[in-house]
């Protein structure tokens, strides 16, 4: 039998994380024959409900799940993780600016970078959810430099699976039949929803849909503000489609993509695509023995490039939104 993963989820007591503790401890973020121990991380005013979550996890009987440590203490809770799925952090609330709620988050990306450094396992794949994702990814990035820069991504994955879920409604195709959509840059509304080179069977997307002014409008503007769409219908955010995304995520990265097929992750820009280098950029990647690979030599036409500029840009003064609440 295989040795059991420890994996870390932070924010456990929350939406997503009730929705994806039992995901992991199914197998669906590591497999069905993977045994894991589940580190769960929250702030002391959640942790009597933290550990309600604890108490189902034990009433679920899980066959792989072979240890639980419920935790409000941040070192326990990063030691000795291979795994580490950072959901928990500070959400904007009316009335918040900007800079006071990325200085909150700033705050606790930056300690939980430095338990994580310090404490993890060697060779820990880290996964930032919490928004702002890219920039809190980058901020963990810059406060771990011990942990190989390859290791630190953030989602961008549920924008991926909310792109390809449009355009099989749109064909009226399976969802597992689309493949190849990219999400660029920030998981924010500036994010770039792009089929240009996405297809299904063997035919190209935009050849099938044949309706340019939706695919560069309709369509875009659909991905870009389902968050929004989903608070408005269920007035809570999205947190299955989280989790099950974040849960794909790990997995493709661990397992690897299948041959031909690219997704969309959140990773530190080499200067790819002529995006700035040294931000937490969402490109097309495969994965292979546990490391990504930015998939290279795409063409991006002039309306491509724009949008992939724009978002840069947005990720840009969110850096130096960030730096400016270290100083
Ligand atoms: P919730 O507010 O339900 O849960 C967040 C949890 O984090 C709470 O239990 C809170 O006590 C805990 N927390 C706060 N500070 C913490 C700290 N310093 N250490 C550990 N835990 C801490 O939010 P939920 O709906 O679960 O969303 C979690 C995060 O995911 C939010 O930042 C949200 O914006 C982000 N999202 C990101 C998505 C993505 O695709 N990247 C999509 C879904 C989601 O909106």
Redesign the pocket.
Known sequence: AKDPVRVLV????????YALVPMIARGIMLGADQPVILHM???P??AE?LNGVKMELVDAAFPLLKGVVATTD?VEACTGVNVAVM?????RKEGMERKDVMSKNVS?YKS?ASALEKHAAANCKVLV???P?NTNALILKEFAPSIPEKNIT??????HNRALGQISEKLGVQVSEVKNVIIWGN?SSTQYPDVTHATVGDKSVPELIKDDEWLKSGFISTVQQR?AAIIKARK????LS?AS?ACDHIRDWVCGTPEGTWVSMGVYSDGSYNVPAGLIYSFPVTCRNGEWTIVQGLSIDEFSRKKLDLTAEELTEEKALAYSCLS
Do not use: E, Y
């Open positions: 932070t924010g456990a007591a929350g939406q997503i994380g991380l929250d702030i005013p959640a409900a941040a959901v928990g952090g500070f959400p606790i939980q959810v919490a928004n994702a953030c989602l961008t994955r549920l924008d998981h968050g809570l955010s999205s947190a989280a995304s």
